[in-house]
């Protein structure tokens, strides 16, 4: 089993949308019993709030549903829980390595397809669209690799 917590500074607009996202490409590959996906925040402001509502949008425009999903924060514990903690941007890696105390399983999304930047956070860009693309990027190329890892090709 491979586990995989998506990481933003809220848990309302990037994390949930790589979740919902990996997991959807996860079961469309008919792996869902062997990897599982999850999201936290790093930040407590949003913590029991419900999924943004462009994140909502955007994922329903794509036939996925984030029923159910309300942020939670990262702790210290689902370092030893997850097997790749991916965050969004530079600042969740450092907030993340800040609350596991770990770096070993930190990786920051866009890096799995070769890429060195951020995902952008559409809460102050606005830009839904931009966002779903990369993790659309993100997600891809980590769950290439995954496979890799077990081999399933």
Not at 70 to 80: C, E, F, G, I, N
Request: aromatic content about 8%; some cysteine; overall charge negative.
């Amino acid at each position: 089993m491979i586990r995989v917590m998506f990481v933003c500074h809220g848990n309302i607009c990037r994390s949930p949308m790589a979740e919902f996202v990996f997991r959807s490409m996860v079961k469309n590959h008919g792996l869902e019993d062997v990897i599982k996906a999850a999201s936290a925040a790093t930040s407590t402001e949003e913590i029991g709030n419900p999924v943004h509502r462009g994140t909502r949008q955007k994922l329903l425009e794509h036939g996925i549903s984030p029923e159910g999903k309300t942020a939670v924060r990262l702790t210290k514990s689902d370092y030893d829980r997850y097997d790749y903690l991916v965050g969004m941007d530079s600042a969740n890696i450092r907030n993340m390595r800040a609350i596991t105390g770990g770096s070993d399983k930190i990786y920051k999304l866009l890096s799995f397809a070769g890429i060195d930047r951020d995902v952008a956070d559409p809460w102050y860009t606005g830009d839904f669209d931009k966002t779903y693309d990369d993790i659309m990027t993100g997600c891809g190329a980590l769950l290439e690799k995954l496979e890799g890892e077990l081999d399933v090709r």
